[in-house]
């Protein structure tokens, strides 16, 4: 099988990419895949709180050379395996890198480049012999990549070893012109080399509607079938005809629309939704969005 890169980019933050990104890597994992996500949003890292877990060592210590591949590496297959429905399914892998999010780590990060073209090619190497090296030591389907928002130097990189390139937005004029601009002045630049740029909207309007309306709150509480009921009953929305005119407007396909789901957005703690509550109609989109995805034997 060969290995998949996919990777998670937005034009500003607060899009949810970073719950989009651990939800695809817990989903596929689950399904028997062995998975890599790695946390490169270096200026604002956030997969060690969504996890809660605070490595000793972390990507910084070994994109710096100051940590091999191993030490940096965490296993969470166990969790997958727990929260997996069936017992007795057969899961993938699960390794997570982490980001350290200390300011002064941060800053490291950033100094670090360098001001010679050198030093830029040079991190761009490293990039790619973590990717290879990921391949090799855990023969890894997919890797799963967390990203930086906007035209940033870490993100430059990341997205130039991907395969597929998600772009993450909410509806708002500085996310859809924004998207616009980098649809035009960086993705195009990618897909030369054969990625291929995809647009995911999130958090659409459509699900979490007033309780006079004809279509209830939806909870997870909810039954299979009424739930599913509720959902092929609600309008197809301004925002998401909106989104198949920029997808036409940018020339990139519109590969799924997220709704709002409140009961995920307003919660204290998300945590791969698409293990714990596989019925959720947030899990149905995910398991949509990894079929879409799934690679096959060569």
């Known amino acids: 099988m060969t290995t998949r890169s996919i990777a998670f980019h937005s034009y500003k933050g607060g899009t949810g990419k970073t719950t989009l990104a651990a939800n695809l890597a817990a989903k596929l994992a689950s399904e028997g895949y062995n998975v890599t996500l790695l946390d490169l949003d270096v200026y604002a890292p956030s997969l060690q709180v969504y996890f809660d877990y605070y490595p000793e060592t972390w990507l910084n210590d070994l994109l710096s050379g100051n940590a091999k591949l191993s030490e940096v590496m965490v296993d969470i297959s166990s969790t997958v395996s727990k929260l997996v429905a069936d017992p007795g399914k057969k899961t993938g892998k699960l390794w997570v890198g982490f980001s350290n999010p200390q300011k002064e780590e941060i800053y490291k990060m950033e100094g670090g480049i360098g001001k010679q073209k050198n030093d830029k090619i040079e991190f761009l190497r490293k990039f790619i012999q973590v990717r290879e090296e990921i391949i090799d030591r855990y023969d890894c389907d997919y890797i799963i990549v967390d990203t930086s928002p906007g035209v940033r130097y870490w993100s430059i990189n990341a997205l130039a070893l991907a395969d597929a390139i998600f772009l993450t937005l ?129």
């Open 170 to 298: 909410k509806f708002g004029d500085l996310d859809i012109e924004g998207t616009r601009k980098m649809a035009t002045d960086l993705y195009n630049s990618f897909t030369r080399f054969g990625a291929k740029s995809y647009l995911l909207l999130n958090r659409v309007a459509g699900y979490c509607v007033p309780e006079s309306s004809q279509a209830p709150h939806l909870h997870i509480h909810h039954d299979k079938q009424e739930m599913t009921r509720m959902i092929s009953s609600l309008p197809v929305t301004d925002e998401q005809e909106i989104g198949k005119t920029l997808s036409e407007q940018v020339g990139m396909d519109l590969i799924s629309a997220v709704p709002c789901y409140c009961d995920i957005q307003f919660s204290r703690k998300e945590f791969l939704t698409v293990l714990e509550h596989p019925e959720h109609p947030f899990a149905k989109q995910l398991e949509k969005l990894a079929m879409s995805q799934q690679i096959k034997s060569d």
